[in-house]
């Protein structure tokens, strides 16, 4: 085996779950369960303006209304009273890193967080809990006027009308009971607005850490890429493994208005006892394009599907996502995408593997609208069954409302064959690495969607998963 | 009587809003006759009909298979929205689902055995002919038993006069025992006037086969569901289904292979063209359950849509708790592509004709697998008659 197979092996994933102890004295902690009183604690905590309580509370009584959804994996375990909406630093958010307290610090540090900012990205915004910790633009990106701020920051300051404007339109509180919940307790979370014919050169990135126990993470993000312009954004996320449940649901709202790019990546790495309830939704405009590029590693039960309105004719967009569901998780992922524009067109290519007792599902939908004229689409499903103890299920869904358009699917559901494993151990590879190396080779398509940083970080979890890490 | 049934649940729910997750069949003010399943012509050799047969008889036919299913222990838990509990009561699972069972007996419909004999192999089909008069309601109900190393073919028309109102609704079930066959052909051509509901459910035993070809081209709204548990190692199940939906003609279909056995094999093929203002529903499902070592299973899809006011859904599942599979669906739903009809409008076909000939051949592309020469050129006619 090869040095550097060595070095992937002997990652050890401990880094994501260090527990920093959050004391009384530099952290506050509101009562859990999800009442009126801690609605309106929240705003007030937060300084909201009027409209932001009222939205609260409207969304909030939505929430109280809604069911669950009876399709998706169970939530039964998620005791709501248990759950902590809000928890952050006393200590306030800061621009300069050596600002930031030393616990929190180190806790981003170990992560590297830092060293991928001066390395390869032109800003970090880094969110400890509920609240932004420390935010941060490069000066020539900032230049050019792109905004990069904290979402609490944007909706009291300079921004503000456009947060009102935009916030929650794209997903209303009735869309969802869990988008109802974030309504009426969001905090925390990025706004980022890049100006008309503005090309970001390298990425933006916000990272997200979930160290208390028993705590909900609420983050909205907000990011408008006018007409013309280009952004790639980065979202990461883990936390540390509780015995108790933690609960994760946040809300990404993404504008793609004319002729503009937006590129979102995610690599997802919430422990295993967390409940990844996230909604993720993109309005492309004329000409404009949207990509996603997922990696769904973490949580003990997700619910993500990022959806796509093609709203503008000639829109277009891409989804590349990877699921990997192991021993105790339940991963129901994968996309959605309606047509609306004419000329639009949409393409969704996944890959999801289980093993070790682990769900996978995929599950999507696409509507190709009446107006739609000359839409194409085409949805690619491929799974890997890696034991017989898992699950791989695909459901799929297409409602199509014109005859002017081009939609194809594929599905697929497999195993590892024996044929290639016997190869690769022919040419000196173990069995395990053999079946690492096919597995990583499977998650290919997606990885090479990713900056060099985060794929080789994808590929050190696939290896992590295959190794029982 | 007045009624509303909730059919042809997708095996794995799905988000609300693709509004496909089942189907609703409203029964109004109608006076249903239970009828006998109409044999016509001379019965072949080694196959047997007795009618009148009661639910407790269909069970003991199906108890030995149900108890080899019971004891199939499955330690894997089913998908995410499972639905199949809800059908746990049914005698034999089927495509539509327990509220047929329960409308059926209801209704004190008797239910038709027909059975080859151990051993026999039959070639001559067994001819049923459903002829429906204006306003008849009628409900029909059979079981097709091949019983070990026999084969049977069934070939069920339901016919009527184009402008006949009224209402149709029949249930198969079938059940192959080891090293059996069985061939069912269905074709459909009442009156657009007509609802109509046609529910299969049928169990495959070891090296048995089940092979299905369906045309649906009448009926105002059809729903139709088939539901084959493909218990026994080595068992075949291939399904060949045909739709033409016109006007406002509805097609609410949801069929099923449920893999259990080792080394199965399922092969599903849908091909329809959609017209008008017509909708088509379509839920296909492969699940291999765990201890389906070697099997595979294919579904695919072909829809030609020639009307921007048709509505098509589409929901193709895999489900899988099996490793050693291969699953695949294939779906291809759109017009006719411009290199066709490039290519017919330089032999001189006008773009109308063009349609029609490929609507033709892709519904004769079913049909001509049909074993009787007579009913492949009365599917002809029809579609002749009706574009």
């Known amino acids: 085996m090869s040095e550097n197979n060595k070095a992937v092996v002997d990652i050890d994933r401990r880094v994501y779950d260090i527990k920093d102890v959050e004391n009384e004295q530099d952290f506050y902690r509101m009562e859990d369960g999800f009442t009126e009183d801690i609605v309106r604690k929240i705003s007030e905590e937060k300084h909201d303006p009027e409209w932001m309580r009222e939205f609260r509370l409207k969304s909030l009584e939505i929430y109280n209304k809604l069911e669950m959804p009876d399709w998706g994996p169970d939530t039964d375990d998620l005791d709501m009273n248990l759950i902590s909406s809000y928890v952050r630093s006393k200590s306030d958010m800061k621009g300069k890193w050596e600002d930031v307290p030393e616990d929190i610090k180190n806790t981003f540090e170990r992560l590297g967080i830092p060293e991928a900012e001066r390395e390869s990205l032109a800003g970090v915004g880094a969110q400890y809990d509920s ?64 100006p008309k014919g503005v090309k970001v050169e390298i990425p933006l990135q916000s990272y997200f850490r979930l160290n208390a126990a028993g705590a909900g993470q609420f983050e909205h993000t907000l990011i408008i890429v006018d007409e013309g312009a280009d952004l790639h954004f980065i979202e990461g996320c883990s936390a540390p493994k509780y015995n108790v449940a933690n609960l994760h649901a946040g809300c990404v709202e993404l504008y793609v208005k004319k002729n503009a790019r937006l590129r979102y990546s995610t690599i997802e790495n919430w422990s ?52 990997f569901a192991g021993k105790g998780q339940n991963l129901d992922t994968g996309a959605k ?35 739609a004229k000359h839409a194409k689409t085409s949805v690619s499903c491929d799974s890997l069954m890696l034991d017989s103890i898992s699950r791989a299920d695909t459901i799929p869904g297409m409602d199509i409302r014109t005859n002017d358009a081009d939609v194809g699917h594929e599905a697929k559901i497999g ?34 969607e990713l900056p060099l940083e985060y794929a080789v970080e994808m590929n050190n979890l696939i290896k992590l998963e295959m190794s029982g890490g | 009587m007045s009624k509303v049934l909730k059919v042809n649940h997708l095996p794995a729910l799905t988000y609300r809003f693709l509004k496909s997750n089942d189907s609703e069949i409203e029964i109004k003010d109608i006076e249903i006759k239970a009828e006998k399943t109409p044999v016509t012509g001379e019965l072949p050799g080694g196959i047997s009909v007795k009618d009148d047969a009661t639910e407790e008889d269909i069970r003991k036919i199906f108890k030995s298979v149900n108890e080899k299913i019971a004891a199939k222990k499955l330690d894997i838990p089913g998908p995410n929205g499972d639905t199949m509990p809800l059908n746990d009561a049914q005698t034999v699972r089927t495509g539509m689902g327990v509220e047929i069972d329960s409308f059926m007996q209801e209704m004190n419909v008797p239910v038709t055995v027909i059975s080859a004999e151990e051993g026999q192999k039959v070639s001559q089909p067994v001819m049923i002919r459903y002829e429906l008069s204006d306003g008849d309601c ?47 052909v269905k074709v459909q051509t009442i ?45 075949v199940f291939n399904n060949h289904t045909g739709y033409l ?143």
Request: one cysteine or more; charged letters at 25%.
């Open chain 2, 245 to 387: 939906c016109r006007h406002k003609q509805g097609y609410d279909m949801n069929y099923v292979a449920d893999q259990m056995g080792k080394k199965t094999n399922s092969n599903m093929v849908f091909r329809g063209v959609l017209l008008d203002e017509a909708v088509k529903t379509f839920r296909g499902t492969l699940d291999f359950k765990a201890g389906s070592a070697g099997s595979v299973g294919d579904e695919q899809e072909d829809t030609l849509l020639l009307s921007p006011d048709v509505i098509n859904r589409t929901m193709p599942v895999i489900l899988c708790g099996e490793e050693d599979v291969d699953g695949r669906h294939g779906a291809s739903i759109g017009q006719l592509g411009d290199d066709t009809l490039f290519y017919m409008e330089s032999r001189g076909i006008d773009e109308e004709s063009a349609k029609k000939l490929m609507i033709r051949a892709r519904m004769e592309s079913i049909a001509r697998m049909i074993p009787d020469e007579a009913i492949i050129i009365r599917i002809q006619q029809y579609i002749r008659t009706i574009l």
């Open chain 1, 272 to 323: 295993k006892n967390m409940y990844n309830l996230n909604t993720k939704r993109a309005l492309v405009e004329e000409g404009a394009r949207m990509e996603w590029v997922s990696g769904s590693f973490g949580s003990h039960t997700s619910y993500l599907y990022p959806m796509t309105i093609l709203k503008g004719d000639h829109s277009n967009m891409e989804y590349t996502g990877i699921t």
């Open chain 1, 337 to 371: 995408v309606i047509h609306q524009g004419k000329y639009t067109s949409s393409m969704i290519s996944t890959k999801s593997i289980s093993k070790s007792g682990g769900i996978g599902t995929y599950r999507s939908s696409v509507t190709i609208n009446k107006e």
């Open chain 1, 131 to 194: 609240e932004l910790v420390y935010h941060n633009v490069k000066d020539e990106v900032a230049a050019q006027g792109v905004v990069y701020t904290d979402m609490e920051s944007a909706l009291t300051g300079e921004y503000s009308e456009m947060v009102h404007e935009y916030f929650m339109k794209l997903v209303p509180p009735t869309d969802h009971k869990y988008a109802a919940l974030h309504g009426a307790v969001w905090s925390g979370g990025s706004f980022v607005y890049v």
């Open chain 2, 138 to 184: 009628v409900l029909g109900s059979q079981v097709i038993h091949a019983k070990k190393d026999s084969e049977i073919t069934v070939i069920m028309e339901y016919v009527s006069e184009p402008d006949n109102g009224g209402f149709l609704g029949i249930q198969t079930r079938l059940l192959a025992e080891e090293g059996a066959k069985i061939n069912l």
């Open chain 1, 415 to 448: 195993r590892i064959s024996d044929e290639a494993v016997f190869y690769l151990m022919s040419r000196g590879l173990s069995e395990e690495d053999a079946r690492a190396l096919i597995v990583s080779g499977f998650a290919n398509p997606v990885s090479k």
């Open chain 2, 191 to 235: 009156s657009e006037k007509m609802v109509h509901f046609d529910d299969i459910g049928g169990v495959c035993d070891d090296k048995a086969d089940i092979e299905a070809i369906n045309m649906q081209l009448g009926a105002g709204h059809t729903w139709g569901g088939c539901r084959v548990t493909l218990l026994g190692d080595n068992c």
